[in-house]
């Protein structure tokens, strides 16, 4: 039985819960509740809930360090349960896909997100992301308002069901076969 420690991105606090940065949060939460993750512990720095998906034990963090400091969190979990990044999978918000599509990817850069940035920085690049498009507001001046921005009331819908597949999806990933996450995710969003 391996351990994977899965991360979700945003900013800590009341007045990002529903913005379109804290997407990676959100769906760590919808993970945790369809899976019966345990109690939220405080600790690395960030909000922690343990749990089985499959065969796996998943160790759930959101970082409380704020979006650029995230890879603070993640290291001093990482370095607690010695992993190392192939047992890493961080979700994140994507301007550079669609809304509510979902993309899986092996290592790469950080484009601007400075969550990952500050992973990368903290563990190098080589760690699984979750990309959870939220789309781009079409110039690079509306980005920051755009990415702290808070969903669109008509975006709920979509919304919740982009979370829920994933949710319902968690054990293709902890088990490793990305391909059918991504495809049985699309396939749940299209009924």
């Known amino acids: 039985m391996a351990t994977q420690l899965w991360v979700g991105l945003g900013n800590p606090g009341p007045q990002y819960v529903f ?7 959100m769906v760590a939460d919808a993970i945790a509740e369809i899976h ?13 809930q343990e749990g089985r998906i499959g065969s796996d034990k998943v160790l759930l963090l959101k970082p409380a360090t704020f979006m650029n400091e995230s890879g603070r969190s993640v290291g001093e979990a990482m370095r607690f349960y010695k992993l190392d990044l192939s047992a890493l999978t961080v979700f994140h918000d994507e301007l550079d896909l669609a809304p509510f599509k979902v993309k899986v990817k092996q290592g790469g850069g950080h484009a601007g997100h400075n969550g990952l940035r500050s992973i990368d920085q903290h563990l190098g690049a080589e760690f699984r992301r979750v990309r959870l498009g939220i789309g781009h507001p079409g110039h ?8 702290l921005g808070n969903y669109a009331k008509a975006e709920m819908d979509p919304l919740a069901d982009m979370l829920g597949a994933v949710a319902a999806e968690a054990d293709r ?4 076969d990305d ?5 049985d995710v699309a396939l749940r969003q299209q009924d």
């Open 19 to 25: 913005n379109r940065h804290n997407v990676g949060f």
């Open 36 to 48: 019966g993750f345990g109690p939220v512990q405080k600790k690395f720095q960030g909000w922690l």
């Open 140 to 147: 690079k001046d509306r980005v920051h308002g755009y990415v």
């Open 173 to 176: 990933l902890a088990n490793g």
């Open 179 to 183: 391909a059918r996450f991504m495809n």
